[in-house]
């Protein structure tokens, strides 16, 4: 049973991560080019950010890509043979996430600044600050990643795993719930909301009407991608704690399996946020033409 429980937990991570990838390849490289050739969107701070997301998307899709080759080819990742792959294995992965979903964070906020009716909040944020802030937050990211290198290690009854029991008191109740949980889908949904409130008041303001138009259309690209963000995240967040505070062994196949079915499910969720972000700007961006520009 247990057998069979890894074999379809194999074959799930490695159809469905190839798919992801793939789509999400496609997709990010053209939301890249979107951004950056369309001139409604140059000089737009939401796009930058946007842009630098697909980036990061793009580098954690591939070393993705690069795991489930490992796992065709080898049956495994071969985290549990290296030590050095071992580190590396979740060092990497974790700095792509944070700065993606940073990103995203950072296009809710930018958003909600600048359809702000207060002239001064509308103006606090300028494209060099976008700029400064993404370089800031991109170095603090890439350290707190390779100081984490040092507490993973190759658990003989585990597999690779936090081998450190501060540092698993600190990833349960600090990386996992607040960094690449909590934190950032509460802050990220709160402007996305305040946005949202900002933009239904644009229409009493003396605005030109394209950029009115822009306004309501990244606001409402922002507002799909940060509701999916939080949808898709919850789950594999939740499943990490408490995997973290409970790790089985090999030496219960069963349980070990079936942990493992559960966790690829989760992590195919989670992974739907690093290649869907195009897919979902081209739907809202259809709604928003049948409405006739107007989506509130």
């Not at 869907?276 to 928003?288: N, V």
Request: net charge positive; proline share 3%; hydrophobic share 45%.
């Amino acid at each position: 049973m247990s057998a069979q429980l890894l074999d379809v937990a194999s074959k799930y991570s490695l159809y469905s991560g190839t798919i992801i990838c793939s789509l999400g390849i496609v997709g990010n490289v053209l939301n890249i080019l979107v951004f950056t050739q369309l001139k409604p969107f140059r000089n737009n701070r939401c796009a930058f950010y946007l842009t630098v997301e697909s980036i990061s998307n793009i580098f954690y899709l591939l070393f993705s890509l690069t795991i489930y080759i490992l796992i065709s080819m080898y049956g495994n990742d071969g985290t549990g043979s290296s030590l050095t792959w071992c580190k590396l294995r979740y060092t990497i992965a974790q700095t792509f996430v944070l700065i993606t979903f940073t990103m995203i964070c950072c296009t809710a906020a930018d958003e909600y600044f600048s359809t702000n009716y207060l002239y001064n909040i509308r103006y606090i944020c300028t494209l060099k600050l976008s700029r400064y802030l993404t370089c800031v937050f991109i170095c603090i990211w890439i350290t707190h990643s390779i100081i984490q290198t040092f507490f993973y290690n190759i658990v003989p009854s585990l597999g690779c795993a936090i081998a450190n029991d501060i540092y698993v008191r600190y990833a349960t109740y600090f990386t996992y719930p607040v960094l690449t949980g909590l934190l950032p889908i509460v802050i990220s949904l709160l402007f996305s909301l305040f946005a949202y409130q900002n933009v239904r008041r644009i229409v009493r303001r003396q605005i030109p009407v394209a950029r009115r138009r822009l306004d309501r259309q990244i606001t409402a690209m922002c507002f799909i991608r940060v509701l999916s963000f939080a949808c898709l995240a919850t789950p594999y967040c939740c499943y990490r704690i408490y995997a973290v505070n409970n790790p089985v062994s090999r030496s219960e196949p069963l349980e070990f399996a079936i942990r493992q079915l559960v966790q690829v499910i989760f992590a195919s969720l989670a992974s739907l946020n690093f290649g869907i972000s195009f897919y979902l700007f081209i739907i809202s961006s259809s709604q928003f033409r049948r409405q006739g520009g107007s989506i509130y």
